[in-house]
């Protein structure tokens, strides 16, 4: 039974953690750095065994709750002020109060304030992913999908895609007509589709026995999930149940091969401009971000750094740089990251363990699920650029 001083102790682990993972996180910024492989995982997992506590203490405040709740009925009808040994009838207003107290505290509220109890031999962690789209100084980007905006949508919706703009304002004698300005607005549809997969079977006694094992678990298939749709949102080819990534919307903008990649990348930037729209963000390949760094601007081998290349911030001609390795061949992209998003449920994304696939109760092994729903809206498909890296 959950105790209020294990509640203090829970606090103070969760206190730990943070601090542990803002220390590591500091300690790049101070030195204008990437944090190394090492430090990204020990801030990743800092995070993640700190969210686990915070959901170990609501769950010991809920318990907290109920026995408050069972203390004061038993001495409404007269039990021991301790709760223990009360006896309640199965009829009567203290009943159906315990009843819908124990309901109410035994699962959390989602987002419409509906509560749910969970089925026997699963939990369920919600993570949500991130609503907002600016990038903080001196930190590079480090996913795509950290910089999109999220919005959450029914599984089906409409939203209005611009495809083109006629600027039609002029001076207009009194009396006159007044020019009319064509906004090349139209309905697009837009379903969200699943994207999940599931761990392979794991003995239950191995995740008893390795207390770290669960959060190891959840936080790879979390980084595959991740990884997967990026490349939808990139290059899905919308068949199926394959979201419409980027590269196959029609109506952007294509900015060919001129000269060398630091030419062809500013070329789209101005392409960009000239349609009335930001630069928000480069994603490229890490083998072009590298080709970039090297490039060369005379015969004695000057670097191109410290010129339109910001290694530490990662931004090229001032705008930042997104890698990915989910980009098709030879291919980069310039985003106006007003121009675009991405939709999802109100669940986001979910991580969920069960012991009720195929015989995996008869053999005392659980799986893990990462699932979420999702949609690529390109509201603007002049705010895309798709950058040719190599010349055809």
Do not use: C
């Not at 837009?190 to 999940?196: K, P």
């Not at 930037?269 to 963000?281: F, R, S, V």
């Not at 989910?326 to 106006?336: I, V």
């Amino acid at each position: 039974m959950m105790t209020k001083t294990k509640l203090a102790d829970l606090q103070k682990a969760a206190n730990e953690h943070v601090a542990h993972a803002r220390e590591v996180a500091e300690k790049a910024h101070r030195e204008s750095r990437d944090m190394t492989a090492d430090e990204q995982r020990s801030f990743d997992a800092a995070i993640t065994k700190g969210r686990d506590v915070l959901e170990q203490i609501k769950s010991g405040k809920r318990d907290l709750d109920i026995m408050d709740e069972a203390k004061s009925l038993a001495r409404e009808i007269g039990g021991p002020a301790d709760g223990s040994g009360a006896h309640l009838a199965l009829t009567g207003a203290s009943v159906k109060g315990l009843a819908r107290t124990i309901a109410t505290n035994m699962a959390p509220a989602d987002r419409t304030g509906r509560k749910a109890l969970l089925p026997a031999g699963s939990t369920v962690t919600s993570v949500p992913m991130l609503a907002e789209s600016p990038v903080a100084l001196g930190r590079p980007v480090q996913s795509l999908l950290d910089v999109l905006t999220v919005v959450q949508r029914a599984p089906k919706y409409t939203y209005l895609r611009q495809t083109s703009r006629t600027n039609n304002a002029a001076p207009v004698a009194m009396g006159a007509t007044k020019p009319t300005t064509v906004l090349g607005l139209e309905e697009a549809p837009g379903t969200l589709h699943v994207v999940a997969h599931l761990s392979e079977p794991i003995p239950k006694y191995w995740l008893a026995d390795a207390a770290s094992l669960e959060l190891f678990v959840a936080d790879e298939l979390l980084f595959g999930l991740r990884q997967a749709l990026e490349a939808q949102v990139l290059k899905g080819n919308g068949t199926g149940e394959n979201l419409t990534g980027f590269v196959n919307v029609s109506g952007t903008q294509a900015q060919a091969f001129a000269t060398d990649l630091l030419t062809t990348t500013r070329a789209a930037i101005t392409k960009l401009e000239t349609a009335g729209h930001e630069a928000g963000t480069f994603v490229l390949s890490p083998a072009d971000w590298e080709k970039l760094e090297l490039a060369r601007t005379d015969t004695a081998g000057q670097l191109e750094l410290g010129g339109p290349i910001d290694r530490a911030a990662r931004k090229l001609w001032g705008v930042p740089v997104t890698l990915s390795l989910g980009l098709p061949a030879a291919t980069g992209l310039l985003l106006d990251l007003s121009a675009v998003g991405l939709s999802t449920d109100s669940s986001g994304i979910e991580t969920t363990w069960s012991e009720n696939v195929s015989d995996d109760f008869a053999k005392n092994q659980l799986r893990a699920r990462v699932e979420g729903r999702f949609e690529v809206d390109v509201m603007q498909p002049l705010g895309v650029v798709e950058i040719a890296t190599v010349a055809a």
